[in-house]
């Protein structure tokens, strides 16, 4: 599985990006896709995940009411609206994949080692 991760860029506190992840070697049919990003000096923390049909979707407390997670399964992409955007959203995005398995508990999809595959990264930088 790859995934390439675009959209990112410099925009300023109050405006929008949509972040991209392109998908090679899934089509997601069993598949779960989250948003991830890490600050500068700080830890990679979830952002958002959707469940393989869309069933169950998740977001941050920070992110939620101002960020969207979707898909285009005719594009194999799964993508991030963001809006109304603030000077701490600043960070590195990445897209992230999970294989169908049994997991341990059911915040799982918060932590990053429960992933089995990962975009490269996309800057978002947000100025007041």
């Known amino acids: 599985v790859q995934l390439q991760a675009s959209g990112g860029g410099s925009v300023q506190a109050g405006g929008s990006l949509r972040l991209s992840c392109a998908a090679a070697g899934t089509s997601f049919t069993s598949d779960a896709t989250a948003w991830f990003r890490q600050a500068p000096g700080k830890e990679r923390e979830f952002v958002a995940y959707r469940s393989w049909n869309g069933g169950y979707i998740y977001y941050a407390d920070s992110v939620k009411d101002r960020f969207t997670i979707s898909r285009d399964r005719a594009k194999n992409t799964v993508y991030l609206q963001t809006g109304s955007l603030k000077p701490e959203d600043t960070a590195i995005y990445y897209c992230?994949?999970?294989?169908?398995?049994?997991?341990?508990?059911?915040?799982?999809?918060?932590?990053?080692?429960?992933?089995?595959?990962w975009g490269q990264g996309t800057l978002v930088t947000v100025s007041s």
């Open positions: 992230a994949v999970a294989r169908a398995r049994p997991r341990a508990f059911s915040t799982w999809y918060k932590r990053v080692d429960e992933y089995d595959y």
